[in-house]
RNA sequence: GGUGGGUUAUCCAAGUGGCUAAAGGAUGUUGACUGUAAAUCAAUCGGGCUCCGCCCUUCGAUGGUUCGAAUCCAUCACCCACCA
């Protein structure tokens, strides 16, 4: 076989998949968790850090990068990867999120969106031929098509509406990508399935997305503000209907306890700013749920963020020392918690796929979210 | 010694008769954060309670004027500036 996507074991209990994803920065074990560095920079950390911290991919965004520095620019500086010195996979979000996250400065429009750039108000378009151009020029890995994400709630005409425009946009990026030998050096291209919450409206569209072959399908319009239940069940109702053979992405989610369900529903890749984002405003993640490092219980506390930890967080600095940092501003505070931070997903990760190969995947993911969810974290 | 200015809640600082438990900022406390316009944002911040409301105690101290004072008057204490 030899696929760019393998799947390596299922689990017998769930729809758990074990996988490996090749790309033209090496290949990575799936189900995986990517970083976000929207800005060409995953916030606070060196590629030295993500290293150390088990990343296997991370994100760039189209939409950012092209407005600063600029995709030419990067391109003329060797591409992204050279350019921000991280040499394992990137995949670059198309921009389609900044629709619906920069709604009140844009104008969707049949061939693409139009947008006024959030730094200087300079009028910017994004549609397939641009996206595919600007990915290219960032040497991307995983490129996204460009699609329309609606927020929640939505009617149902308007979430018909973004679905067909979000499929002829998809067809579109294939179709370039394609044309421009984008696929066959390697990178992938991957669609988006939208629909909200009609699950009718998600099938058509998974299938036929589907049937255009894409190296990979992403469920978008998640993590839009709503329910965590509905969420689960967008993307339960989208999942059977995308190729078993290909790697399955859920948009911008989610927490630990979200990401192992979304992992039973069959989905391989997760991306989300949480676990860094938070860190730089003072929360970590610990097997018995997160807390808060600037609550005063942690003033004198000499443990680690989590004790036996195996990252340089956890190995070096005490509880009351990080709570100091982030007190005083200190902008390693940032750091060290996104240190942390980054490494409890990727270590869930890394778990989970051991689980999977080992065949108990549904039973320790039980145990595991029963734990994190009942924890009095630091108590 | 003289003249002028000042003393407000943890800190800084508004407020010159009622709408003031007292602006604003800082600090503190708590919460939010899900394809990153986020090292951001929100709430709270005299004490107590049967806590969508009520009761105490506050604006250097004491005494006074007034229906009513952080706000006016007197005395005292301390601080600052300038002049001797």
Known sequence: MDSHFQLVARDAASAARRGRLRTRHGWIETPVFMPVGTQGTVKAVTPAHLREVGAQIILGNTYHLNLRPGSTLVAKLGGLHKFMGWDGPILTDSGGFQVFSLAKLREVREDGIAFQSHLDGAPCFLGPKEVMAIQRDLGSDIAMVIDECPPFPCTREAAAAAVARSRKWAGDCLGIARETGFLDAGHHVFAIVQGSTFEDLRRS????????????????????????????DQVGSTTPFLPSDRPRYTMGLGTPPQILKMIALGVDMFDCVMPTRVARNGLVFTPDGPFNLRNERFREDARPIVEGMDNYTCRNFSRAYLRHLQLAGEMLAGTLLTIHNLHFYLDLMAQARAHIEAGDFTRWSTSWITRYEAGAAGG
């Open 205 to 232: 569209a998974a299938e036929e997305l589907a049937s255009l072959d894409f190296p990979g399908y992403a469920i978008g319009g998640v993590s839009v503000g709503e329910p965590e239940p509905e969420m689960l």
